[in-house]
């Protein structure tokens, strides 16, 4: 005797009705928390985003006031 599969059975205390309505909304459900993810995701993309920005822009503020601060050390440390 073939083992019976439980797919398209149907639970004998839900009328066709409860049944296809409980399904519905279980998918509605999935669709909303997939959702929710993929925004979770994009703020989380957008946040990496804007502290690599903001480490770019002290990188370059750096480069470009490099000069500057050196002199300002050398003045404080008393140096030539």
């Known amino acids: 005797m073939a083992p019976q599969k439980d797919e398209g059975k149907r639970d004998p205390l839900l009328s066709a009705d409860d049944e296809r309505r409980l399904r519905d909304n279980s998918e509605r459900e999935i669709r909303e928390l997939d959702e929710a993810v993929r925004e979770a995701v994009a703020?989380?993309?957008?946040?990496?985003?804007q502290v690599r920005e903001q480490i770019l822009r002290t990188e370059r503020e750096w480069v470009v006031n490099m000069p500057e601060k050196e002199i300002e050390m050398e003045k404080t440390l008393g140096g030539d």
């Open 43 to 49: 703020d989380g993309r957008g946040a990496r985003q």
